[in-house]
């Protein structure tokens, strides 16, 4: 009786090992996918949203950002605290350049650019005719061509999209938007300037690029706008001022290729 019970057991006993060990290879697995995917999903379907994408890092850089400026506000405060005649000394040669450099609230007259892809119609119409529907938006080297005629026709300060721009600004196409100072933005794109509008927009006249751009705003519909005003306020600058690096471009081209 006792050998019998024991030969029907056996069966029982190995069937039991098996899913014991099924369980723990199956719990390793879901353990092992949490690690790796850091608690996020790993379906490719959860990312295809990527205008949200967008607004979700703009949203996560604006508030870095403002973080920012509130660190450097306390560490400005900080700074005028210390009782020292060497310190005094160098505040008081970085508030006198803080307006130059970009750092400081600045208002004056000047001029506004605004640019702007084709309308949607003519880049849906090149897309039907076989065209090279880049040719119908705007790029960096557009907003670039602009910024550099208002720099040399003396702009004093200038915003890019509202944000001010210092000489450690980078313009930088990823898509179908520009990245500046880390934060996305699609079009249209505003440049304002303050200076003398008269020669601000004589420089805008004599530019070489800005005239292949304004052949394209002609002939394939880009958006540009052009608007003087006699009173423009400009926040100051409270990103990061530190350089990375620099690279010299040595390649020139007048064109919009």
């Not at 934060?183 to 800005?210: E, M, N, R, T």
């Not at 540009?224 to 926040?235: M, N, R």
């Not at 100051?236 to 690096?245: C, W």
Request: charged share 20%; net charge negative.
């Amino acid at each position: 009786m006792t050998h019998e019970s024991t030969r029907h057991r056996r069966p029982f006993r190995s069937w039991h090992a098996v899913a014991t060990l099924a369980f723990v290879v199956a719990g390793a697995l879901f353990a092992t996918t949490a690690l790796s995917s850091n608690g996020l999903d790993l379906r490719a379907a959860s990312i295809t949203d990527l205008d949200g994408v967008v607004r979700a890092e703009r949203q996560r850089s604006d508030e870095l950002q403002a973080h920012l400026a509130s660190l450097n506000q306390e560490v400005d405060q900080l700074s005028h605290q210390v009782d020292d005649a060497n310190v005094a000394r160098l505040q008081a040669q970085v508030d006198q350049l803080s307006e130059p450099a970009g750092f400081a609230p600045v208002t004056g007259p000047g001029l506004s650019v605004v640019l702007d892809d084709a309308p949607k119609s003519a880049i849906d119409k090149a897309r039907e005719e076989h065209k090279d529907e880049n040719e119908y938006v705007v790029h960096q080297q557009d907003i670039q061509a602009v910024v550099n005629a208002l720099w040399a026709g003396g702009a004093e300060a200038m915003t890019l999209q509202g944000q001010r721009v210092v000489s450690t600004t980078g313009i930088k196409c990823v898509g179908n938007t520009v990245m500046l100072h880390g934060v996305p933005y699609s079009p249209p794109y505003k440049i304002a300037a303050i200076g003398d509008p008269i020669q601000l927009q004589a420089s805008l006249d004599a530019s070489d690029y800005v005239a292949d751009y304004l052949y394209a705003v002609d002939t394939l519909g880009l958006g540009y706008d052009v608007a003087t005003s006699g009173h423009l306020e400009f926040p100051g600058y409270e990103g990061s001022s530190t350089l990375k690096y620099a690279k010299a471009d040595t390649a020139s081209s007048s064109g919009r290729d």
